[in-house]
């Protein structure tokens, strides 16, 4: 059972855009993460969202965790090249490994 | 510099010839742990450990093994690798099992 529906799985736009990723669970999290991964290397941590209806911004990148803290999304806005690459999100529960969504993969074009 | 690193980047091997693949970190991090990362199944957890002589299972341990004799290093045993576990592997450490600093990664490929 996949506890973190994350979509869409693909993302394929043109340079400015904005778009949302969303990462969904009918689970509670403590707390939960967003990385973003490029070919050929580790995920690296973007954020980490603690606090219901919590948003945090790191330029034009926006995450919002959900009120009940089973979702979370990431908004980019006016998105660049230099912004392609898989996000996952992952979240906590207590007592618990790190759980990871499947990702979605971000291509954008100039 | 902060890193978790891992070796050796790239493996080709044959079935059933033991091999390791070393992590380490230089954070002082409790937590370590293992993922694989297929196509279509994203990043799964193969092992993880909190602290120093402790270590449990995660999502997918058959076929693996791990010690954790030293904070800072965390080797992935394959005592007898077989087609199924080639993959891209990721080490990763964090302070309390939250946020998680990945290594570069291992592809391994087994024939």
């Known amino acids: 059972t996949q506890l973190l529906e994350q979509s869409p799985q693909f993302l394929s736009i043109q340079e400015g855009e904005n778009l949302t990723v969303y990462c969904n669970s009918s689970?509670?999290?403590?707390?939960l993460q967003w990385y973003r991964q490029e070919p050929g290397e580790g995920p690296v941590l973007l954020v980490t969202?603690?606090?219901?209806?919590e948003v945090k911004k790191l330029k034009r990148l926006t995450f919002q965790f959900g009120d009940a803290r089973k979702d979370s999304s990431l908004h980019i806005t006016a998105a660049q090249p230099g912004d392609t690459g898989l996000y996952l999100c992952?979240?906590?529960?207590?007592?618990?490994?790190?759980?990871f969504g499947k990702g979605t993969t971000l291509s954008v074009s100039s | 510099e902060a890193q978790v690193t891992q070796n050796p980047r790239y493996l080709i091997t044959v079935t059933g010839k033991k091999l390791t693949v070393t992590c380490s970190q230089n954070?002082?991090?409790?937590?370590m742990s293992w993922y694989r990362q297929d196509p279509g199944l994203g990043l799964r957890q193969i092992y993880y450990?909190?602290?120093?002589?402790?270590?449990d299972k995660g999502d997918v341990p058959e076929g693996y093994k791990v010690s954790r004799k030293e904070k800072r290093n965390f080797p992935l045993i394959l005592e007898s690798p077989s087609p199924n576990q080639t993959s891209l592997y990721f080490c990763?450490?964090?302070?309390?099992?939250?946020?998680?600093?990945f290594g570069p990664g291992t592809r391994l490929t087994v024939t």
């Open positions: 990763a450490s964090s302070y309390r099992g939250h946020e998680q600093y």
């Open positions: 689970s509670v999290f403590s707390s």
């Open positions: 969202v603690v606090t219901g209806g």
């Open positions: 992952a979240g906590n529960q207590a007592g618990t490994a790190l759980i």
């Open positions: 954070m002082n991090h409790e937590y």
């Open positions: 450990s909190m602290n120093v002589e402790v270590t």
